[in-house]
């Protein structure tokens, strides 16, 4: 790449000589890795590669002054070699936040960062605050010298998400810009004579002021979606995978081949006003009235159609294969790769013609069934996009493909139609987005991570029905999903919801959740997704909670329990205990329960015992065969660093395993039937070194009375 030499960056001298191509507000600043000092001059590379994705950065309605102090901050943030950056997308939200901090800056006739004191971020977020409970409320009028921090479109204003709130998100993106002035006002000072004095915060962290007044609704951000939303979140998007998936798919093709003849998208969407939906198996009246809706010109309801499609789609796919949505959307879509790409056998599923060639099949290494892989990049912190394959799912004989796969199949019939109408550099893409305006020829260009947001947003609402939830599940408050408006579910929800999904199948999964989520190792994984979720934990905490209430039925009854509770398991064990029946007041259960744990040998021991073993051995007496006690907490395959509620899981089901083995070498032993008994004294025998190997020992070491069951480890007994 050639190189632009960069005279002395002051705010008195021509500070780039390409300083008009920057101001143009139809292209983009792009400062490549080239840029370098030699000679002790700042050499600057500003050859933008021609399939780059670039933001722009609207400096509209600031004085010009202020919008090169702005540029010289970009550009120190993003070619200086002191700087961190990879590229100059990663410095778009810095770019956005700065603009946003001019404008607040003009509003209170503030011309020039040299003029900001100590404090400046704090009088900032407070403006910021102010202005989203005037949204809140519908009292923001900027015509009355209210501060309005959003860039014009023309005659109308941006948006800063979707609901007049302020995310933690937006706060820290605006305390980090602070932060970054503060940081490198030496280079700012030197290069444009103006920077920040003092320090914008009394915090030193732009985490700390984020959380100080930011929205409690950004925590939604962060939790995995409850099991009565995820369960309705994906019956939605299936249905919308089936007919209403094709009946989009047609509409497309047909405008797609109208504004092939040269109509404008409008004219074209004009002439399918009286396209027919179709109707839903299982339902009387087609999912969908007609093409148009009231206050929606034709084009903008295919446009709707369109969306709500793809966004049940991404759904699927990002809560099956748990990408990044930055990576969902950099998949490469067709049929075929492009020529010079191929590979040895080529990429592509057997006999599922409309899977995009992103995607490929091995035999798994048992050999019984495939397995998928999704090829993409990754993006996040890396210089240039690393290769990486993701699983998909398995498949064998006679079962149904996944959720993802059929989601990939529905995005790649869906925009294939539309790809011809978009720049070259994006023709390739999996998906691609709607950009003309009205009256325009139909334009097509890639999506960013943003709108995609925005628009899923809206589209959860229309496909999912969340108003029979309950109120809580696992202690977590629901009404929210329930309110009118966008959809509270982030798109970061599904990464995390198919993390933590996955590890409360089975701990040990861990090491294969941190390859799928491209982590660098399984140590980020457990903290940013299991330990250092409080309400994930308090939801494993429940879950062991109802295991272990099956367990006392399946030991004191040998049925399976309808409750679901601890208490009401405790009522009927404390109950037998004390002879008063299945009831017990509340009262005296609080005395026993208060007993037992003073006792000796508590109920829940103070090195982490496994619940199931220690209600046993508290309730059961000492003379029996069931009385376990635990000597110790064995870390299971999670590892040594794991906590122990997470060590301490499998003794449920180990227990139940050898109940019922245990149930069934009597029953055949009674029968005379040696071979079946034979394979369940198999089975009793590896439960119980399991149990043992676990940390659970028989501290009378019964005899068997099983016939012909006698173990090493001792007898558990279930009578």
């Known amino acids: 790449m050639a190189e632009l030499e960069t005279t002395a960056l002051s705010r008195t001298g021509t500070w780039l000589r390409t300083m008009a191509e920057h101001r143009s507000l139809s292209e983009t600043v792009r400062v490549s890795r080239a840029s370098v000092v030699t000679d002790g001059r700042w050499t600057v590379d500003l050859r933008q590669p021609s399939d780059a994705r670039t933001s722009v950065i609207y400096l509209d309605g600031l004085p010009e002054p202020l919008a090169d102090e702005i540029r010289i901050a970009l550009l120190v943030g993003m070619a200086h070699p002191s700087s961190t950056a990879r590229s100059a997308k990663s410095m778009a939200a810095l770019g956005h936040s700065l603009t946003m901090i001019g404008r607040w800056m003009v509003h209170g006739k503030i011309g020039s960062f040299g003029e900001l004191g100590a404090g400046c971020g704090e009088l900032f977020l407070d403006a910021l605050k102010q202005f989203h409970e005037r949204k809140r409320s519908d009292t923001h009028e900027p015509g009355r010298g209210h501060w309005e921090p959003r860039p014009r479109f023309g005659k109308r204003p941006g948006k800063i998400g979707d609901t007049p709130r302020a995310t933690r998100g937006l706060v820290k993106d605006v305390a980090s810009a602070f932060l970054f002035l503060r940081r490198n006002a030496a280079l700012l000072e030197r290069y444009g004579g103006a920077a920040p004095r003092g320090d914008p915060f009394g915090h030193t962290a732009a985490q700390a002021v984020a959380t100080d007044w930011a929205d409690d609704g950004a925590d939604r951000t962060t939790e995995r979606l409850p099991d009565a939303v995820l369960e309705r979140l994906v019956s939605g998007a299936t249905r919308m995978m089936g007919v209403p998936a094709d009946d989009a798919i047609r509409l497309v093709k047909r405008l797609a081949a109208l504004c092939a003849r040269g109509l404008t998208g409008a004219e074209a969407a004009e002439r399918l006003r009286d396209f027919r939906f179709g109707k839903v198996e299982g339902e009387t009246s087609r999912w969908r009235d007609g093409l148009l809706v009231e206050g929606m010109s034709p084009i903008d309801s295919i446009r709707q159609i369109v969306h709500l499609v793809r966004d049940a789609a991404y759904a699927l796919h990002l809560l099956g294969v748990g990408q990044r949505p930055g990576e969902a959307l950099g998949l490469r879509g067709g049929r075929h790769p492009p020529k010079g790409t191929e590979r040895a056998g080529g990429f592509g599923l057997a006999g599922r013609p409309d899977a995009p060639w992103c995607l490929s099949e091995a035999p798994s290494k048992s050999g019984f069934s495939t397995v998928l892989h999704l090829h993409g990049h990754v993006y996040k912190r890396e210089a240039t996009p690393r290769p990486v394959r993701w699983v998909v799912g398995g498949r064998q004989p006679g079962e149904g493909p996944p959720d993802a796969l059929l989601a990939l199949e529905v995005l790649e019939r869906l925009h294939a139609p539309l790809r011809r109408f978009a720049p070259k550099e994006a023709q390739g893409l999996l998906v691609v987005d709607f950009a003309s305006e009205a009256g325009e020829p139909l334009r097509t260009d890639w999506l960013v991570v943003t709108r995609l947001s925005a628009s899923m947003k809206r589209s959860i609402p229309r496909f999912a029905d969340f108003s029979g939830i309950p109120d809580e599940e696992m202690g977590r408050d629901l009404r929210k999903y329930r309110e009118p408006?966008?959809?509270?579910?982030?798109?970061?929800?599904?990464?995390?919801?198919?993390?933590?999904?996955?590890?409360?199948?089975?701990?040990?999964?861990?090491?294969?959740?941190?390859?799928?989520?491209?982590?660098?190792?399984?140590?980020?994984?457990?903290?940013?997704?299991?330990?250092?979720?409080?309400?994930?934990?308090?939801?494993?905490?429940?879950?062991?909670?109802?295991?272990?209430?099956?367990?006392?039925?399946?030991?004191?009854?040998?049925?399976?329990?309808?409750?679901?509770?601890?208490?009401?398991?405790?009522?009927?064990?404390?109950?037998?205990?004390?002879?008063?029946?299945?009831?017990?007041?509340?009262?005296?259960?609080?005395?026993?329960?208060?007993?037992?744990?003073?006792?000796?040998?508590?109920?829940?021991?103070?090195?982490?015992?496994?619940?199931?073993?220690?209600?046993?051995?508290?309730?059961?007496?000492?003379?029996?065969?069931?009385?376990?006690?635990?000597?110790?907490?064995?870390?299971?395959?999670?590892?040594?660093?794991?906590?122990?509620?997470?060590?301490?899981?499998?003794?449920?089901?180990?227990?139940?395993?050898?109940?019922?083995?245990?149930?069934?070498?009597?029953?055949?032993?009674?029968?005379?039937?040696?071979?079946?008994?034979?394979?369940?004294?198999?089975?009793?025998?590896?439960?119980?070194?399991?149990?043992?190997?676990?940390?659970?020992?028989?501290?009378?070491?019964?005899?068997?009375?099983?016939?012909?069951?006698?173990?090493?480890?001792g007898e558990y007994d279930d009578e």
């Open 485 to 713: 408006g966008p959809s509270c579910i982030a798109l970061y929800a599904f990464r995390k919801t198919y993390a933590q999904t996955l590890y409360k199948l089975y701990p040990g999964l861990l090491m294969a959740i941190a390859r799928q989520l491209q982590h660098a190792s399984p140590d980020f994984t457990m903290k940013d997704y299991v330990t250092g979720d409080p309400s994930f934990q308090r939801e494993l905490e429940l879950f062991r909670s109802r295991h272990t209430v099956l367990l006392f039925d399946e030991i004191m009854d040998g049925v399976a329990t309808t409750a679901h509770t601890m208490d009401a398991a405790m009522d009927r064990v404390l109950g037998r205990v004390a002879g008063r029946g299945a009831a017990i007041d509340p009262t005296r259960r609080d005395a026993i329960w208060a007993e037992q744990a003073a006792a000796p040998q508590p109920l829940f021991a103070r090195d982490g015992l496994r619940p199931a073993a220690g209600l046993v051995a508290a309730f059961m007496g000492a003379g029996t065969g069931s009385d376990l006690a635990m000597e110790g907490s064995v870390p299971d395959s999670i590892g040594a660093g794991a906590p122990r509620p997470d060590r301490a899981r499998n003794g449920a089901a180990i227990m139940r395993t050898y109940v019922t083995e245990r149930r069934r070498a009597v029953a055949a032993a009674a029968a005379g039937d040696s071979a079946a008994g034979r394979e369940a004294r198999d089975r009793v025998l590896a439960a119980a070194r399991a149990l043992g190997s676990s940390g659970f020992r028989n501290r009378h070491q019964a005899a068997a009375t099983a016939p012909g069951i006698t173990t090493s480890e």
